[in-house]
């Protein structure tokens, strides 16, 4: 992103400003991810049919809103509330830089103080405490932060209603970010995923069942930069319209809102059920987990991922104790990623309302580890298994070799399905 000029901008007195705090914290390399948010945020405003400008100034990204589009900048601000890297955002007011002095390059309280008194009565609450709090970022202004802050809390109170000032906790902040490029006021910041950009993180392979959560993982790793495509094991052979209706499908497409563009890979499990019919161990299901983790690492190496996620908490159920993650594990070669490893479950169930995954997935579905042992064992070892699978699944290249051949593939952005 380049930095906005004091020098007139397109019109557009209504601008969208971004903070991105990780990014901010980058060394070196910090250009790079302002430039990777940048596109997403431009691809995201495209895809809306927002063709606008997109500058920065001073760690914050602006979007110049066209006079004749200023109603549909809220719209826009709740779509980039689900792109991973913007902390908060906020449709802000612009006063260009030379309104903000005047010819003795003195404060121009006049037309700040017109600014902030029209906020302020905009957004009057009977009986409601305020503060003003400044981000002085352009240090040739004459005054400081706290300077600012007192003069404009005492405008408001001589020419509002607003009397009550608490700096502590009050019921309205009122924000004035003083940047080279001009002066930005709001009366309120959205809340942001945070994190880095999608595609700065590298690519991952989320394994998404009709659970709570592995959701919730696929969307913490997009949250820290990755790009995630999606790999469900069915129960039975689905048509694409199937899968598209499904749970599987609608929280794929919920979770592309969030991971911008994905795809979903479905690949149904009979011939592994088949190859184990009869067998009554107690190891099935982690059997099943076995095969579930090297049928991902072969899809993920096919699309070049660098690691695979799941939404494991330890020992939240009988395939999640140590000993059961690890008979998992040591099957696959590729870094398995569990962002819930320490998580309880009320912190996770928190997480998927937020994201509006949650409602979904307790809808009724054909989990496929629900589908096996009622009765799984809670310990395992490698060496057992193995001597399992050499029984019963003496040719497993050949059963991975069948298995892929019915799976569908399906594609997601911003929420929708692409069509093909």
Same mark, same amino acid.
């Given at each position: 992103?380049?930095?906005?000029?004091?020098?007139?901008?397109?019109?557009?007195?209504?601008?969208?400003?971004?903070?991105?705090?990780?990014?901010?914290?980058?060394?070196?390399?910090?250009?790079?991810?302002?430039?990777?948010?940048?596109?997403?945020?431009?691809?995201?405003?495209?895809?809306?049919?927002?063709?606008?400008?997109?500058?920065?100034?001073?760690?914050?990204?602006?979007?110049?809103?066209?006079?004749?589009?200023?109603?549909?900048?809220?719209?826009?601000?709740?779509?980039?509330?689900?792109?991973?890297?913007?902390?908060? &955002?906020?449709?802000?007011?612009?006063?260009?830089?030379?309104?903000?002095?005047?010819?003795?390059?003195?404060?121009?309280?006049?037309?700040?103080?017109?600014?902030?008194?029209?906020?302020?009565?905009?957004?009057?609450?009977?009986?409601?405490?305020?503060?003003?709090?400044?981000?002085?970022?352009?240090?040739?202004?004459?005054?400081?932060?706290?300077?600012?802050?007192?003069?404009?809390?005492? =405008?408001?109170?001589?020419?509002?209603?607003?009397?009550?000032?608490?700096?502590?906790?009050?019921?309205?902040?009122?924000?004035?970010?003083?940047?080279?490029?001009?002066?930005?006021?709001?009366?309120?910041?959205?809340?942001?995923?945070?994190?880095?950009?999608?595609?700065?993180?590298?690519?991952? &392979?989320? &394994?998404?069942?009709?659970?709570?959560? $592995?959701?919730?993982?696929?969307?913490?790793?997009?949250?820290?930069?990755?790009?995630?495509?999606?790999?469900?094991?069915?129960?039975?052979?689905?048509?694409?319209?199937?899968?598209?209706?499904?749970?599987?499908?609608?929280?794929?497409?919920?979770?592309?809102?969030?991971?911008?563009?994905?795809? =979903?890979?479905?690949?149904?499990?009979?011939?592994?059920?088949?190859?184990? $019919?009869?067998?009554?161990?107690?190891?099935?299901?982690?059997?099943?987990?076995?095969?579930?983790?090297?049928?991902?690492?072969?899809?993920?190496?096919?699309?070049?991922?660098?690691?695979?996620?799941?939404?494991?908490?330890?020992?939240?159920?009988?395939?999640?104790? #140590?000993?059961?993650?690890?008979?998992?594990?040591?099957?696959?070669?590729?870094?398995? #990623?569990?962002?819930?490893?320490?998580?309880?479950?009320?912190?996770?169930?928190?997480?998927?309302?937020?994201?509006?995954?949650?409602?979904?997935?307790?809808?009724?579905?054909?989990?496929?580890?629900? =589908?096996?042992?009622?009765?799984?064992?809670?310990?395992?070892?490698?060496?057992?298994?193995?001597?399992?699978?050499?029984?019963?699944?003496?040719?497993?290249?050949?059963?991975?070799?069948?298995?892929?051949?019915?799976?569908?593939?399906?594609?997601?952005?911003?929420?929708?399905?692409?069509?093909?």
């Amino acid at each position: 992103m380049e930095e906005l000029p004091r020098e007139p901008h397109p019109a557009g007195n209504t601008r969208i400003i971004l903070h991105y705090p990780d990014i901010t914290l980058k060394g070196k390399n910090q250009k790079d991810f302002q430039n990777a948010l940048s596109n997403c945020i431009r691809r995201r405003l495209d895809n809306l049919g927002y063709h606008w400008n997109i500058g920065a100034s001073r760690g914050r990204a602006i979007i110049i809103v066209p006079n004749q589009q200023q109603s549909e900048a809220w719209q826009a601000a709740s779509m980039l509330q689900k792109i991973p890297g913007i902390y908060s &955002l906020a449709i802000a007011r612009w006063l260009h830089p030379a309104d903000c002095l005047d010819s003795d390059h003195a404060m121009n309280w006049t037309m700040i103080g017109d600014e902030i008194v029209a906020m302020a009565r905009q957004c009057y609450i009977n009986h409601a405490s305020f503060a003003v709090k400044v981000h002085r970022a352009d240090k040739s202004l004459p005054v400081t932060s706290t300077e600012m802050a007192g003069q404009l809390g005492d =405008l408001i109170q001589r020419e509002t209603d607003w009397q009550t000032v608490r700096l502590n906790r009050p019921d309205q902040t009122f924000y004035v970010d003083a940047l080279p490029d001009g002066m930005y006021f709001y009366p309120r910041k959205l809340k942001g995923v945070g994190g880095l950009p999608v595609g700065t993180g590298g690519r991952v &392979l989320a &394994l998404l069942s009709g659970g709570i959560d $592995s959701p919730v993982a696929a969307f913490l790793l997009a949250k820290r930069g990755c790009q995630v495509n999606f790999f469900h094991l069915s129960a039975s052979h689905l048509r694409k319209q199937d899968i598209i209706n499904s749970v599987i499908g609608r929280l794929a497409a919920l979770l592309s809102q969030y991971t911008q563009r994905s795809r =979903l890979y479905v690949v149904p499990y009979t011939y592994f059920d088949l190859a184990l $019919s009869g067998l009554n161990s107690g190891y099935e299901l982690v059997l099943f987990r076995r095969f579930m983790m090297r049928s991902a690492e072969r899809l993920a190496t096919q699309l070049r991922a660098q690691a695979l996620v799941n939404g494991d908490s330890l020992g939240q159920v009988a395939s999640q104790t #140590l000993e059961n993650l690890a008979s998992s594990s040591t099957v696959v070669s590729m870094p398995i #990623l569990r962002p819930l490893i320490g998580a309880n479950k009320d912190e996770i169930i928190s997480l998927a309302r937020h994201l509006g995954t949650y409602d979904i997935s307790i809808e009724p579905y054909k989990d496929c580890c629900a =589908l096996l042992a009622r009765h799984p064992k809670t310990k395992s070892s490698h060496a057992r298994l193995t001597q399992l699978e050499a029984v019963h699944l003496p040719d497993y290249d050949a059963l991975l070799n069948k298995t892929f051949t019915d799976m569908v593939c399906l594609e997601y952005r911003y929420g929708e399905l692409v069509a093909e």
